[in-house]
């Protein structure tokens, strides 16, 4: 199907049935990303198409996507992190078609799930002592949107403090503690009375707090955007502030969690007791949607107190058994399979492979990262400093892509870039993955950065094509 294709509407002779998925797919797959660039996104399929990326996935297993022509590609994203026990782990599988098939009486509504109760007394057994309640929740935005909500309620005070380059998801409340303007921007005005804050700065934090109106301070243990891990001190000192004067201190775990930096939750490297923790992305094995706010008693309590506040916060498909029964199995797989010290333990490996990588190529300034959180950064090389700045007149961060696209394309590593304008590439994968998968990854990476530090001709003009389209599909979409 072409993009004019015009679509059957009612009237029409209907599109054939499927008698399953597998049929569709194996009938119809290859239609398929025309068909999404008209019926879903067709910005985001040209800029598929235009750096490369555009392939017809077949299937996945661990660590490996496979396309439709059977090749295997490494899976250095993960999802966005929401594939910490990996992509289709049959364990969780299994316990997904056993609730299935156990025709449980979920979402009855008005009466509780039993499994529900058993993930949050799972949650709450690895969590901080602090934390004694849980709130289900369906995606990581709508957990820090409950954390936001209910953490005003709690307190009685509407402010609340982020960190410049903060990120806690697109939803308009969780869009005004996000700290990085490409997010923002064009969505405005966000919720009033939210004020940013500098990563590391404790007496620009003190000078908010000082004001006793701030609800809750929001941080993520290490950022997303950018991989930026704190100073040692600075959220143990932050909590400690927010406790002087009130404020609720919300560690935000969406990305962080469920073993990704050798710690099951990442504030436990610091020792960090929080009132209000979010979890969410691989919680249910990234099978089903699903999401959590870990509450402190004393904020739950004060929120939910009478019969009448009973049910002041919910949605609907919020506890669901299926979620619920991925969660528990996620959690049993974790422990079982070791998951939490197999990310530290690969996580080290990982960093002993890539940090020769700084001191063989002038373009790379750092290598870092906690667990399987890992992240390269890029900075003006002395050699090729034309054409370096020519790159980041069009676009900043477009270094970042010129690595990150030749690792996909000839090497078969699928990996991002960590945030918009940032010359950091970041990668999340499963932590089931093997030590011959990350030597593979640090093979691929020294073969792109000897090529991409010299800047080619053939890769400037793709670059700056790349992000002329880019920049276009962005101001119409
Ligand atoms: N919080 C953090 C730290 C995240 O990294 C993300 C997503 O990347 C979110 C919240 C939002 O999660 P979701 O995309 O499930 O809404």
């Not at 999802?79 to 009855?108: H, K, Q, W, Y």
């Not at 107190?305 to 669901?320: C, I, R, V, Y």
Request: net charge negative; aromatic share 8%.
């Amino acid at each position: 199907m072409s993009l004019a294709t015009p679509l059957p509407r009612s009237g029409d002779a209907a599109a054939p049935a499927h008698a399953s998925v597998g049929a569709l797919l194996a009938e119809r797959g290859h239609e398929a990303s025309d068909l999404y660039a008209q019926v879903v996104n067709p910005q985001f399929v040209r800029l598929l198409r235009t750096i490369g990326f555009d392939r017809q996935w077949a299937r996945a297993e661990g660590s490996h996507l496979f396309d439709a022509e059977g090749r295997r590609y490494l899976d250095m994203l993960g999802g966005f992190g929401m594939f910490n026990v990996g992509r289709n782990n049959p364990r969780i599988r299994a316990a997904l078609i056993e609730a299935l098939e156990l025709d449980t009486a979920g979402s009855v509504q008005l009466g509780v799930s039993p499994l529900a109760a058993f993930l949050a007394e799972g949650l709450l057994a690895r969590a901080p002592r602090t934390l004694g309640r849980v709130l289900f929740t369906s995606s990581g935005t709508e957990a820090v949107e409950a954390a936001l909500k209910l953490g005003r309620a709690a307190t009685g005070r509407s402010r609340v403090l982020f960190l410049d380059h903060g990120f806690h998801g697109l939803t308009l409340g969780s869009l005004s503690v996000n700290g990085n303007a490409d997010f923002t921007d064009r969505f405005g005005p966000l919720l009033p009375g939210f004020s940013r804050v500098h990563v590391n700065d404790l007496d620009g934090l003190e000078a908010e707090l000082r004001r006793e109106d701030v609800a809750l301070f929001i941080v993520e243990p290490i950022m997303g955007k950018g991989v930026v891990i704190p100073q040692d001190g600075y959220l143990e000192g932050a909590q400690a502030l927010c406790r002087k004067y009130g404020t609720l201190f919300v560690v935000d775990e969406v990305q962080t969690g469920l073993g990704r930096t050798g710690r099951f939750f990442a504030l436990e490297h610091w020792g960090l007791q929080p009132d209000i923790v979010t979890v969410a992305k691989s919680l249910s094995g990234g099978y089903v949607p699903t999401s959590a706010c870990l509450m402190s008693a004393a904020v739950y309590d004060r929120v939910f107190d009478s019969l009448e506040n009973a049910l002041s916060h919910g949605s609907t498909f919020a506890p669901n058994d299926l979620a619920m029964a991925a969660g528990i199995a996620t959690l049993r797989e974790i422990d079982e399979q070791g998951l939490v010290e197999r990310s530290a333990r690969l996580g080290e490996r990982l960093l002993e492979l890539t940090q020769p990588l700084a001191d063989r190529f002038e373009v790379v300034d750092g290598v870092w990262g906690k667990g399987l959180m890992w992240a390269m950064g890029f900075s003006e090389p002395d050699r090729r400093k034309l054409s370096w700045r020519v790159l980041e007149r069009v676009h900043a961060g477009l270094f970042a892509q010129l690595v990150v696209v030749p690792l996909f394309t000839d090497h078969q590593v699928l990996i991002q870039v960590a945030g918009h304008a940032q010359n950091v590439i970041k990668g999340l994968p499963p932590l089931t993955i093997e030590e011959a998968d990350l030597e593979h990854f640090a093979a691929s990476l020294d073969a792109v950065l000897g090529k991409a530090e010299r800047l080619p001709k053939a890769m400037m003009s793709f670059a700056l094509n790349a992000a002329r389209a880019s920049r276009r599909s962005a101001t119409t979409a």
